[in-house]
């Protein structure tokens, strides 16, 4: 990120905050915060092409979910960036997981659905991004992390095509 956009940060923490009752969760840094116009400013290219209409572009410029995706995009961690693209999806999803597995299912039908065994030993099945972020999530000691990751890295296109298209309809619609 200090890269593209020529600003300096040591490490992330997360900031949370509340916007009409909703809970929003900022990523910000140790030496920098991340605001609008550093991260977004003029350097778009790429998420015009993503979400093509000017007008939709325009109204995600101060988006704090839009600038959320884009930080975490920066995120070289496949693990990390997993977790915070489903905890994007989950917050524009009513931060429910019922709705994000009906969201995944409406929009990718034929979604991947994947068994993990609860923490109380029965079989829980789900869509594949939601049982990897469990998985994580809900950590047991046998489970192995390397393969983990590597489901993680497998999907992640579909994931990040979910959160865009979230957080297309989620401003659409205003």
């Known amino acids: 990120m200090s890269y593209q956009f020529d600003i300096a940060y040591k490490e992330y923490y997360p900031s949370e905050f509340y916007n009409n009752g909703k809970r929003i969760v900022n990523l910000r840094s140790s030496s920098t915060t991340f605001s609008t ?41 496949t693990m990390t960036k997993y977790i915070l693209l489903y905890s994007l999806l989950y917050l524009l999803n009513k931060d429910s997981q019922n709705q994000v597995n009906r969201f ?51 999907t992640m296109p579909g994931l990040l095509r979910l959160v865009k298209i979230s957080i297309r309809q989620t401003y659409s619609s205003k």
């Open 104 to 154: 995944i299912k409406e929009f990718e039908p034929n979604v991947e659905d994947m068994t993990r065994i609860r923490s109380s030993g029965e079989p829980e099945e789900a869509p594949v991004y939601t049982t990897l972020r469990n998985r994580i999530g809900h950590i047991s000691t046998d489970e192995n992390i390397v393969t983990v990751i590597k489901e993680m890295e497998r």
């Open 37 to 77: 116009s550093q991260v977004i400013g003029d350097n778009t290219v790429f998420f015009k092409k993503e979400f093509e209409n000017e007008q939709l572009l325009d109204k995600l410029r101060n988006s704090p979910y839009y600038m959320m995706l884009r930080t975490i995009l920066s995120v070289d961690d």
